[in-house]
């Protein structure tokens, strides 16, 4: 039976969420909200040249899932109701996948690919790569890096797959993660 200890007990998972939360609480009221987390994603209509009805399908995506972490309208989360939240949903989606259900971090993936897929040719390029690190506030020169860790196969594109698997692995599987990319899980 798969093991069910909460997220918030790992440190690497840990740190990463509580830095993902600094980095979307730009106001630095220790407070999210889903209107902030909705705003962060505004870059990418710039940096992805994303049409709108894309953006609003990625809002809605968020409101979803967010929500089921405590992000819902006119509410706000400090960091450690967001964690906590954030650790029990990772729980019922590894719960999802375990079960072969679609997941709610799935749908913001797919929401996600579609934006960042410039040419909608349903392969992201390193271009795209480069776009949506950018949009995001990351250093767009380490694309290839990200690039060649997605694309295990090195067929010179990330699939949808592979970023859902990538981006849910970054969420909630942060050994599966660390071990993939080379880091040694202690």
Not at 119 to 127: G, S, T, V
Request: proline content about 4%.
């Amino acid at each position: 039976k798969r093991n069910k200890r909460a997220l918030m007990m790992n440190p690497y998972w840990k740190k990463e969420m509580a830095q993902l939360f600094s980095d979307v609480d730009k106001n630095r009221d220790g407070f999210l909200t889903i209107e902030e987390m909705i705003n962060n994603t505004r870059p990418l209509k710039v940096h992805c040249n994303a049409p709108e009805y894309k953006m609003e399908a990625l809002a809605n995506a968020y409101k979803e899932f967010w929500g089921h972490v405590g992000l819902k309208p006119g509410r706000k989360v400090g960091k450690t109701q967001f964690l906590k939240g954030l650790s029990k949903l990772g729980r019922e989606e590894l719960d999802r996948e375990a079960a072969g259900v679609p997941t709610l971090h799935s749908r913001v993936s797919h929401a996600l690919f579609d934006i960042i897929d410039a040419n909608n040719n349903n392969r992201l390029q390193k271009k795209e790569i480069a776009q949506w690190m950018a949009a995001s506030g990351l250093n767009p020169d380490n694309a290839d890096k990200m690039f060649q860790e997605a694309d295990r196969s090195g067929k010179g594109y990330i699939s949808r797959d592979e970023l859902i698997e990538a981006e849910f692995c970054s969420f909630f599987h942060p050994e599966k993660c660390m071990t993939q990319l080379g880091v040694k899980v202690v």
